[in-house]
C-alpha cells in the first residue's frame, strides 16, 4: 500500500530520512536504503538541507524510486522562483515522485555558501496554492497543462517553545491545511509529555499528525542539543542515562525505540532521522516492534 493510500485510511506510516551526499557518488546512499526495504512506507529526502550544496532531491528521490522505494522530498522557496520550482515539480511528478513536504528553508548564514542570493519568491502557502493549481491543470501565469500531476503535499512544523509558539503553528498550519497540506510533519521533543501536548494541539485539524524522533548518537551529541535546540527539551536524565550505559550505541536505539512505541499509540505516523546512521535503523525499527 502507498504511503498516500495509508494515510488516507488512517494506517500507521513509517518515514526514515536520508540526506543526499556532497557529491555524486550514491553507493552509500543506495546501500543504506536496502536496509529498510519493507520496513518504511517512503523515504524522505531534504533539498540543500541546513544550506549545504549537495545532490538534489530530485535525484535523491529518483535513486529511491530506482532502488524500489517510495520517495519524499522536500520543497521550499529559498532557493528558486516559481518558475524553477513548477518546473522541478513537474519533473517530480514525471520521475515518479509524488509526495511532497513543503517546508520553510534554514538560514544561509550557517552554510557552506552563505554568499549565495536568497530569492523566497514564493513562502510555504505560495507554495501549497501553486502545488494546487498544478494538480488542477494550470500553471502560476494561468496557462493550461498538457496532463495534470499528481501530488500529495504535507508541511513540516517549526520548533516550538512553549504554548505561544505552540498556538502560532497551529494557527499557521491551519492555513496551510486549508490550501492543500495534507498531512503534518513535527520536529523531534525528547519530553513525551509536551510532545503529547504538542501532538493533541494539531488534531482538531483533521490531517495526519507525524511526529519526528531523533537518533542520539552519543554524549556530546545529547549534550549540544540540549544546549543549543531547547525546544528539544533534551534532559540531563536523559544525557546521564546515555553516560552511564555500559553500550551507549545499544542505549540510543534503545531511547529511540521507546520514544517510536510512546508516539505510535497517539499519532498516525513516525519519521525516524538517523544523521548517517542508517544501518541502525532496522535495529531501531525492532527496538520499538515495527
Not at 124 to 138: A, C, N, P
Not at 139 to 159: N, S, T
Not at 245 to 261: L, V
Request: net charge negative; proline share 5%; aromatic share 4%.
Amino acid at each position: 500500500m502507498s504511503f498516500q493510500a495509508k494515510l488516507t485510511s488512517g494506517e500507521f506510516v513509517v518515514l526514515a530520512e536520508m540526506d543526499t551526499p556532497k557529491g555524486v557518488d550514491i553507493s552509500d546512499l543506495v546501500t543504506n536504503v536496502r536496509y529498510l526495504k519493507s520496513r518504511v512506507d517512503a523515504v524522505v529526502i531534504p533539498d540543500l538541507d541546513n544550506g549545504v550544496m549537495h545532490l538534489g532531491a530530485l535525484a535523491g528521490g529518483a535513486v529511491m524510486r530506482q532502488q524500489g522505494m517510495e520517495p519524499l522530498i522536500h520543497v521550499c522557496g529559498r532557493d528558486k522562483n516559481r518558475m524553477a520550482l513548477q518546473g522541478d515539480l513537474l519533473a517530480a511528478h514525471v520521475l515518479g515522485i509524488h509526495n511532497l513536504m513543503v517546508v520553510k528553508a534554514e538560514d544561509m548564514v550557517n552554510g557552506d555558501h552563505p554568499d549565495a542570493k536568497i530569492v523566497n519568491d514564493l513562502d510555504e502557502l505560495g507554495i501549497l496554492g501553486m502545488i494546487q493549481s498544478l494538480t488542477s491543470g494550470t500553471d502560476l501565469a494561468g496557462f493550461e497543462l498538457r496532463g495534470k500531476p499528481q501530488f500529495m503535499p504535507g508541511i513540516a512544523v517549526p520548533p516550538i517553545a512553549d504554548d505561544a509558539q505552540l498556538a502560532q503553528q497551529v494557527a499557521d498550519a491551519r492555513q496551510k491545511v486549508a490550501a492543500g497540506a495534507g498531512y503534518i510533519v513535527l520536529q523531534p521533543v525528547f519530553d513525551m509529555t509536551f510532545y503529547t501536548q504538542i501532538i493533541d494541539a494539531f488534531k482538531p485539524l483533521n490531517v495526519p499528525v507525524i511526529p519526528a524522533v531523533f537518533l542520539l548518537k552519543n554524549v556530546g551529541m545529547a549534550r549540544y542539543i540540549s544546549i543549543n535546540d531547547p525546544c528539544s527539551r533534551l534532559s540531563e536524565d536523559l544525557i546521564r542515562r546515555i553516560r552511564k550505559a555500559k553500550d551507549r550505541d545499544t542505549e540510543c536505539i534503545a531511547i529511540a525505540g521507546e520514544m517510536i512505541r510512546k508516539l505510535a499509540d497517539i499519532s498516525q505516523g513516525i519519521k525516524i532521522s538517523a544523521l548517517g546512521w542508517e544501518d541502525r535503523l532496522p535495529a531501531i525499527l525492532n527496538s520499538a516492534g515495527l
